[in-house]
């Protein structure tokens, strides 16, 4: 199977999740994608249906042909053609649905050999994927292995978790070639000069998947003085996440703790807004801090490169992302910003 056969194949994957999605937005569908679908939410309380929903448009947009061949132009094609492949470990993380379907995807289009496995918190949306592909073309069988037990037998590790996992990784496979990551923060820039749709927007890159992937925005830095009653009524349109109970205990316990200890905060209702310099906010809290100069903006991005995976703002810094994005990346949009493509294509 060349590289020709798997673009196709994969481009026929993302039509297949197009019709079906359309079919499920119009409660005509009894697929196997709805069962997929209701059994994920069953297994994993996190993983409510309009996050799934979301994940699966995500997937099936950039599995489009032209958006797969853009992607690959400015690589050496003859790269992706391999006379022997390695057989490269995927650990997967659970923290969103299909969140490593893109190491899924890098892998197979380079012609090399999955070994995943799986999180237990996501354990049948990939599956499910892998199978409708071999559909298309069996010749994917040999190209893509599930594995319930302990990886052996591989060439390179791809793994993805947390930075107390990331030691484990490391230690397990550190000898051989791989990726490992680790936590990494998303912030969001304000002017104080920002539209109604754009803070409905940066809502999105928020409050998608309840704030818990890496490219959910944690922490905001704001002007000196903003008023935050925009921000708060573009949020509103998410108060429905208040009704996961694990998000609503979360927003609960620590707003419970803001006031024994008296410290002050902006409550939406569903997310509390908290002063604090810490990237990192428990779910339910977004932290935020404000600025005096953009220059201090600059510095303190520049100084945290390493642990910045999306720094979203409009027309205020270079190289940032807009409003609404941060959860809607492109394929050339790699995790830690290490070309997954460049890996596997040399080993």
């Not at 020709?4 to 481009?11: E, I, N, P, W, Y």
């Not at 994920?40 to 997937?59: E, G, H, I, P, V």
């Not at 050999?113 to 994927?129: G, H, R, T």
């Not at 569903?270 to 810490?278: A, E, G, P």
Request: aromatic share 14%; hydrophobic share 40%; proline share 3%.
């Amino acid at each position: 199977m060349n590289l020709k056969d798997r673009l196709f194949a994969f481009s026929q994957l993302g039509n297949f999740l197009k019709t079906e999605l359309q079919n499920l937005s119009n409660n005509n569908s009894n697929s196997d994608l709805e069962k997929i679908v209701t059994e994920a939410t069953q297994q994993n309380s996190w993983f409510d249906r309009s996050s799934l929903l979301f994940a699966l448009k995500q997937t099936a947009e950039y599995l489009q042909k032209e958006k797969l061949y853009q992607w690959l132009k400015p690589y050496d094609l003859k790269a992706f053609e391999v006379a022997h492949p390695k057989r490269i470990a995927l650990i997967m993380a659970g923290n969103l649905p299909i969140v490593g379907f893109h190491d899924f995807l890098c892998v197979i289009i380079c012609g090399h050999k999955a070994i995943i496995k799986m999180s237990s918190q996501d354990k049948v949306l990939l599956p499910f994927l892998a199978h409708t592909l071999v559909k298309f073309n069996e010749g994917f069988k040999e190209l893509i292995h599930f594995e319930n037990e302990l990886i052996n037998g591989f060439d390179a590790v791809i793994a993805t978790g947390s930075n107390n996992s990331a030691r484990y990784f490391d230690y397990y496979f550190g000898k051989y070639p791989h990726i490992i990551r680790k936590n990494r923060s998303s912030i969001a820039i304000l002017s104080g000069n920002e539209t109604q749709e754009q803070l409905n927007l940066l809502a999105d890159d928020i409050c998608l998947f309840f704030g818990k992937g890496c490219r959910s925005v944690s922490h905001l830095f704001v002007p000196q003085g903003y008023n935050f009653t925009d921000l708060l009524n573009a949020l509103s349109k998410y108060a429905y996440i208040a009704n996961n109970t694990k998000f609503y205990n979360n927003y609960e316990y620590y707003k419970a703790i803001f006031i024994v200890n008296r410290e002050p905060f902006l409550d939406s209702g569903f997310i509390l807004l908290k002063h604090n310099y810490s990237l990192n906010a428990p779910i339910g809290v977004l932290n935020y801090e404000f600025y005096d100069n953009i220059s201090f903006v600059e510095s303190f991005i520049i100084k945290n490169k390493d642990i910045l995976q999306c720094v979203v703002a409009e027309s205020i810094l270079e190289n940032t992302i807009p409003f609404g994005s941060a959860q809607k990346p492109s394929l050339s949009d790699y995790a830690d910003n290490v070309d997954t493509l460049m890996f596997l294509t040399g080993l």
